[in-house]
T-cell receptor
Framework: GENVEQHPSTLSVQEGDSAVIKCTYSDSASNYFPWYKQELGKRPQLIIDIRSNVGEKKDQRIAVTLNKTAKHFSLHITETQPEDSAVYFC???????????FGKGTSLLVTP | SAVISQKPSRDICQRGTSLTIQCQVDSQVTMMFWYRQQPGQSLTLIATANQGSEATYESGFVIDKFPISRPNLTFSTLTVSNMSPEDSSIYLCSGAGGRNEQFFGPGTRLTVL
């Protein structure tokens, strides 16, 4: 099955700095790569996604890049704010094309 | 985005008993899924809930332990059977539309004593 590796497991940045989280996947058939933000005690929230026919997507302060050849994709958060502090999960579609396999998560801390 | 609700939100159960978790979505979704999330861990897919047919289980999960129903497009149940303390976890349902975007319910926090 699909294996999604995510790094780093923890990330601490100063407010205003950028944060980058990287993921790799194993199944070349994967075609959909979402990113979720999960605050403590809350459900995962979809923040951005990218499909295999696109190399980069941006939404205000967040962007995602995809390198299909290398099978890796990254989340970039610019001008970080304390409210960006949360656990971020990357995911990739597996064999079915719909079900998601998740990375282990990155705990992001943005300090004022 | 789809609005997804679950109930109960939490429960404390005795070992050997079973608990059924309900999931309702407010719009017709193509797919529904059930995940488990241990505290401080990632999400692990249990199964895909198929409308009107048996669910598709991931490796390590079996129908006898986690029977799933999906009688229509917007409703699904997950039963955790013959519970043990190892089943203590958060159980999340999700729904996905035609564009793969998957949205999660608030989760059910289960504690087995």
């Amino acid at each position: 099955g699909e294996n999604v590796e995510q790094h780093p497991s923890t990330l601490s940045v100063q407010e205003g700095d950028s944060a980058v989280i990287k993921c790799t996947y194993s199944d070349s058939a994967s075609n959909y790569f979402p990113w979720y933000k999960q605050e403590l005690g809350k459900r995962p929230q979809l923040i951005i996604d990218i499909r295999s026919n696109v190399g980069e997507k941006k939404d205000q302060r967040i962007a995602v890049t995809l390198n299909k050849t290398a099978k890796h994709f990254s989340l970039h958060i610019t001008e970080t704010q304390p409210e960006d502090s949360a656990v971020y999960f990357c995911a990739a579609t597996g064999d079915s094309g719909y079900a998601l396999n998740f990375g282990k998560g990155t705990s992001l801390l943005v300090t004022p | 985005s789809a609005v997804i609700s679950q109930k109960p939100s939490r429960d404390i159960c005795q070992r050997g008993t079973s608990l059924t978790i309900q999931c309702q979505v407010d719009s017709q979704v193509t797919m529904m899924f059930w995940y488990r999330q241990q505290p401080g861990q990632s999400l692990t897919l249990i199964a895909t809930a198929n409308q009107g047919s048996e669910a598709t289980y991931e490796s390590g999960f079996v129908i006898d332990k986690f029977p799933i129903s999906r009688p229509n497009l917007t409703f699904s149940t997950l039963t955790v059977s013959n519970m043990s303390p190892e089943d203590s976890s958060i159980y999340l349902c999700s729904g996905a539309g035609g564009r793969n975007e998957q949205f999660f319910g608030p989760g059910t926090r289960l504690t087995v004593l």
